[in-house]
């Protein structure tokens, strides 16, 4: 549960980036940090170390990989342009997609598990069966085949 905690911090993390259009710029790793201190200064109330830790890691990694990210869901978001897909689900994509390939340490089924949840949670009633399917997708032809994007 703690771990679905931090995801929610980072969707949190990467939606106010993106509607402040700070996302791309964020990959000044010093711009990073000084954003992710001031986004824990504004969520107090979050104070388990194990929490933060990991919300870190993955906006860190999210944000380094933000482009190759983009584009492996521009490829599978068929007929889909990145920009029309919600911002609550293009988020939820980016840090599940950063997880799925760059986190050999998370089993991906998990991954995929956590991303629908957070859907279901934050967003519409048909995202999260287009989450799983995109990364369902991913997951297959990318780590099970032996490919990485």
Known sequence: ?????????????????????????????????????????????????????????????????????DKIIQKYADKWHIERILAIDRNILRFSIYEILYRPDIPYQVTINEAVEIAKKYSTKESSAFINGILDRIAKETLLSGKKE
């Open 1 to 69: 549960m703690k771990r679905r905690k931090a995801r929610e911090y980072v969707l949190q993390f990467l939606y106010a980036c993106e509607m402040n259009e700070n996302t791309k710029k964020m990959c000044d790793y010093e711009l990073l940090r000084e954003e992710i201190e001031n986004f824990w200064e504004r969520n107090k109330e979050e104070q388990n170390p194990d929490i933060k830790s990991f919300a870190n890691q993955l906006i860190e990694g999210t944000i380094k990989n933000i482009d190759n990210i």
